[in-house]
């Protein structure tokens, strides 16, 4: 009987100890951001960027010809399409690391990458599509119907 009760306490431990381990170890799987999408004003673009302390989204949106780069100053402009990770513009919660910016855009396909920090240029880690971008690396792509 004595040897019963041990053998389910062992049992019963091992089984909170096996709960416990999968519980922490789910908290390393990260959300994923959704991918733009139409929200009241236009539509959503988010990243993931917490180490950054200036985000911009730059593309072949009207208006916005990659940032600046691509127009006759051929200079880079952080101010077009800048993003927020301040509770607003699109951003539900400030200082998260989520920047977001909402942008009217008519249908149609655009590639669009992110600027961090005036330097790095990535592409959306969240897009359904990417494109080679000519330059050896790839632009994200999005079609809006």
Known sequence: MVKKKSSIFVYYIIVVACLFLISCSLNFIKKRLAPPHRVDGGILFQIEAPSSRVVTLSGSFPDNLWSGTASSSNRFDENIDKMYDDGT?????????IWSLVTPLKPGRYEYKFVLDRNTWVKD?????TTDDGFGGQNSVLIIK
Do not use: L, Y
């Open 125 to 129: 880690p969240n897009a359904f599509e």
């Open 89 to 97: 513009h699109g951003d539900r919660v400030a200082d998260d690391g």
